[in-house]
């Protein structure tokens, strides 16, 4: 049908923590739409406001969130939106100069939360995990890692790092920070998965 999508984009490709996706925002929520393009961030800048047409388009449950694509063609939920159809699509109509996240704590994290922008604050990596890297490195090759974060009532939160980011073979912070990511669901678990 002729549904129109209006968000704020929050997460690309830009440093490399999401792969052929994108998510918008609005107050009602967070949505990822699947993008094969190998520079989305050029296309989308990040807080730029979007419409989406969605005649032409659907929608899939992936994992345990909810993502819009085009109707498959394989064996895939959904498949990309190529860069030739982009512009049919989705339209750039302005930047959200004063974006600001949803300040959360992991015990205030629900259903609701899947798919959009929040922050934690004054969180830490675990004690077994201090020293190492974003992401582990088996035979010489970067792995997609999920790490865990505690906060200062002693709860932990996982968060997926992609193997393909920019901060991949970085070492994690020792003290106590401020992370901005996406709220995920896979494996019966909530994850973050950092952005920005």
Not at 22 to 38: H, K, P, W, Y
Not at 50 to 73: D, S
Not at 115 to 126: E, L, S, T, W, Y
Request: proline share 3%; charged share 25%.
């Amino acid at each position: 049908n002729d549904y129109v999508v209006r968000g704020v984009v929050v997460a690309t490709d830009w440093l490399g923590e999401m792969n052929k996706s994108a998510v918008i925002v609005d107050e009602s929520g967070g949505l990822e739409f699947a993008i094969n393009s190998r520079n989305i961030s050029e296309h989308l800048p990040i807080y730029s406001e979007v419409t989406i047409f969605c005649n032409g388009l659907m929608l899939a449950r992936i994992g345990g969130k909810i993502e819009l694509g085009i109707a498959p063609t394989a064996e895939f939920p959904l498949d990309n939106i190529d860069d030739e159809m982009f512009g049919r699509y989705i339209r750039v109509t302005g930047v959200c100069e004063d974006f600001v996240p949803t300040t959360k704590r992991f015990s205030e994290v629900g259903v609701e939360d899947i798919g959009n922008i929040v922050r934690f604050n004054d969180v830490r990596i675990c004690d077994e995990e201090q020293g190492l890297s974003w992401c582990d490195i088996c035979d010489d090759e970067v792995v997609t890692t999920y790490r865990t974060l505690i906060d200062s009532e002693g709860n932990n939160f996982a968060v997926r790092t992609l193997s393909t980011c920019d901060y991949a073979k970085e070492k994690m912070p020792a003290k106590e920070i401020s992370v901005v990511g996406i709220i995920d669901y896979s494996d019966n678990r909530y994850f973050l998965r950092i952005v920005n």
